[in-house]
């Protein structure tokens, strides 16, 4: 997925699929970095399910009029369970922990712009959404 950052009106910006599944509206550099998160996240799924591939987690953005929703899929099939994951704010890249389905949790957890903050998420992420709890 190749998306190209375009510029995001402040008064109330809208995320939309523009053509081929490609999000539109995210900063620069956000896209990037949720792709590089999400491939981690897959592959320590995989990881952890090497005798059951088909039973590992695979991850996908959902984009809203806020927020893009990161959604997990639990098995290879399309009838698999699917929940949220995180929410990413794409102006400013901060990632917050699901408080359900349609919102994310009160305070941000991780910011993907941020290097340092990047690199602990990318550090401590495991399928599981242990490392989004604030401690």
């Known amino acids: 997925m190749n ?6 009106d402040d008064a ?5 699929e523009g053509d081929g599944g490609h999000l539109v509206g995210l900063a620069a550099g956000v896209h990037e ?13 995989l990881d952890r399910n090497v005798k059951y591939p088909d039973l590992a987690t695979t991850y996908s953005t ?13 098995g290879a099939s399309p009838i698999g369970s699917r929940s949220v994951h ?10 917050y ?13 991780f910011n993907l712009l941020d290097d ?10 495991d399928p599981y959404g242990g490392y989004l709890y604030l401690r």
Not at 3 to 8: E, K, M
Not at 86 to 95: H, I, K, L, M
């Open 3 to 8: 998306l190209d950052p375009v510029n995001i």
């Open 12 to 16: 109330e910006p809208t995320y939309v």
């Open 33 to 45: 970095r949720i792709e590089q998160w999400l491939a981690v996240l897959t592959q320590r799924s």
């Open 62 to 74: 959902n984009p809203l009029r806020k927020y893009v929703r990161i959604v997990e899929t639990f």
């Open 86 to 95: 995180a929410f990413v704010d794409p102006t400013n890249g901060d990632v």
């Open 97 to 109: 922990k699901s408080a359900g389905w349609a919102k994310p949790a009160k305070h941000v957890r």
């Open 116 to 125: 340092e903050s990047f690199a602990k998420m990318i550090a401590t992420c």
